[in-house]
């Protein structure tokens, strides 16, 4: 089989990794949201649990997508580039995964005050809703990956990188 043949088949990976993955990528997500709430402001808020469950949302459901595009670019690739794939990749989709999860929340809280569905108007409301949602995620949002987001991120790349050869 050719190379692409290859690199489409090694970009599969085993169940386990993605079950075990996504869950311990996904707690990982939560401790550093929770770590960044402490330091920020010793966890006073009053949506500690609703901030927990988008973090660890987040990467639960970002895991399935980054692994396999991270193992496609990996393939038969130097260390250095192995390690970017994965930095990369899931840097990407944890951040896009968390920015829509918050924008469909964002969105469901403004619903009550937007057109019916299926209208024109609806569809500006909820474009424009969703894109000031990200905006927003991304401003205030963004910071509670660090640090300790950072660290697993670059943790999680090492391991994933020296494991796929």
């Known amino acids: 089989m050719d ?4 690199r489409l088949r090694a970009a599969k990976p085993p169940y386990p990794d993605l079950i075990a993955g996504a869950l ?22 009053s949506r500690l649990a609703e901030v927990a469950a988008l973090y660890f949302l987040g990467g639960l459901l970002s895991w399935p997508f980054a692994l396999p595009v991270a193992r496609f670019f990996a393939y ?8 970017a794939a994965f930095f990369v990749t ?5 951040v896009l995964m968390t920015a829509f999860l918050f ?3 964002y969105r469901l ?12 108007v609806w569809a500006f409301q909820f474009v424009f809703t969703s894109i000031s949602a ?9 910071r509670l990956f660090l640090p300790l987001g950072l660290v697993c991120l670059v943790a999680s790349s090492y391991h ?6």
């Open 103 to 105: 924008a469909m929340e």
């Open 24 to 45: 311990l990528w996904g707690t990982q997500m939560l401790a550093s949201s929770m770590l960044g709430l402490y330091l920020r402001n010793g966890l006073q808020t």
């Open 134 to 142: 990200v905006y927003q995620f991304l401003v205030i949002g963004l």
């Open 160 to 165: 994933l990188a020296k494991r796929m050869r």
């Open 109 to 120: 809280f403004y619903s009550r005050w937007h057109a019916p569905f299926g209208s024109i």
């Open 90 to 94: 899931l840097t990407a989709a944890t």
């Open 3 to 6: 190379s692409r043949g290859n």
């Open 76 to 83: 038969d690739r130097p260390p250095e580039a192995r390690f």
